[in-house]
């Protein structure tokens, strides 16, 4: 009987580019989900912030700080007198689809320093050559508010970061250079019965911290890797030796 020797299975071996394109690919994945991860738990701790100061009574004004993000959202009180000559108006505001402007005027405290204080909403009137008159209240004003840390970055629409009266962004650091008054590093966002006396507009809704869409994203983001490992199983560990082996 005449024996026939079967031919030597091909031994499979995936290919090294689709492995290396896959696995470059799920690293990015990952890692944009890690960063997604990174910003939903700063959100979350600025949330609980936000709540553990919102809960806590007004307090002064502190004499310094050398970490005013622990202040981040207190509710706070500061005396002095407004300077209306140094007023600003912050563009590209949005009250209920009625475009216009924040009003920040700083207030000169009675121990020498300045703090910017965010008094609230302004409807534009339509053209720049006519800006809203919200001239600020005279004499010594006691102030009540919370405090706030405007952001370190921030996207410029123009050249030129701000003409006259009209800023783009505020920035503490900046509005000192420009003024020749220095303020501290923070913004006192005025409290809404206050704003309402100056007939300014607030909106009193709990800001919105985004936590929910930094989830949405980072789960997002694991899915593409694990569909990316997943269909790399699929045509290297199953239908790649399946179809060799045919």
Request: proline residues 9%; charged residues 20%.
């Amino acid at each position: 009987m005449e024996l026939t020797a079967n031919p030597p299975r091909r031994r499979w071996r995936p290919k090294a580019l689709p492995t290396l394109a896959t696995i470059v690919a799920i690293a990015i994945f990952v890692a944009a989900g890690e960063w997604q991860r990174g910003r939903m738990e700063q959100k979350q701790a600025l949330r609980s912030q936000f709540d553990s100061a919102y809960q806590a009574s007004p307090v002064p004004l502190p004499a310094a700080s050398e970490d005013w993000s622990v202040w981040r959202y207190r509710a706070v009180v500061a005396t002095g007198v407004f300077d209306a000559q140094r007023q600003i108006l912050l563009d590209n505001k949005v009250h209920r689809g009625r475009i216009g402007f924040h009003v920040v005027t700083p207030l000169l405290l009675n121990d020498g320093r300045a703090v910017l204080i965010d008094r609230g909403f302004v409807a534009g009137t339509g053209t720049r050559a006519a800006l809203p008159s919200a001239p600020p209240p005279i004499g010594i004003v006691t102030v009540h508010g919370r405090v706030n840390i405007p952001p370190a970055r921030y996207l410029e629409l123009a050249r030129v970061p701000h003409a006259g009266p009209v800023w783009q962004n505020l920035d503490p650091v900046r509005f000192s250079a420009a003024t020749g008054i220095s303020v501290l590093p923070i913004v006192l966002e005025q409290s809404a019965d206050e704003r309402a006396a100056n007939s300014l507009i607030v909106d009193s809704t709990p800001p919105d911290f985004g936590i929910a869409r930094h989830r949405v994203y980072m789960l997002q983001w694991y899915a593409f890797a694990a569909l990316a490992a997943g269909l790399w199983l699929y045509f290297n560990l199953w239908r790649g030796p399946r179809t060799q082996n045919r």
